[in-house]
């Protein structure tokens, strides 16, 4: 499926318990099929300056992440002065 590119780089974050799964959108803006990059971090805090240190790799601009019980917080806290963060409502966005 082809559509329309609004940033070089964002992010995508399903949040459990135990770990993140962390989707990275990248490529031109002119491209209209970005390369899709996956990685699953855990949730110490070690994990989630990975996955900081990850997403920085892109120059990712956007991230995006469900929330999910509390289990979104910690993530919030260490990516909230790194990147522009969009936390959806799960009823939402179904």
Request: proline residues 3%; aromatic residues 8%.
């Amino acid at each position: 499926m082809d559509m329309d590119v609004a940033y070089d780089c964002c992010a995508g974050l399903d949040v459990h318990q135990g770990n993140v799964v962390a989707c990275v959108l990248h490529g031109k803006r002119t491209s209209t099929r970005p390369k899709a990059e996956l990685h699953t971090f855990g949730t110490t805090q070690s994990q989630l300056d990975q996955l900081a240190d990850w997403l920085k790799t892109f120059d990712c601009q956007s991230v995006a992440m469900e929330s999910t019980g509390v289990f979104w917080k910690p993530i919030w806290h260490v990516l909230a002065n790194k990147f522009n963060l969009v936390l959806a409502n799960p009823q939402r966005i179904k």
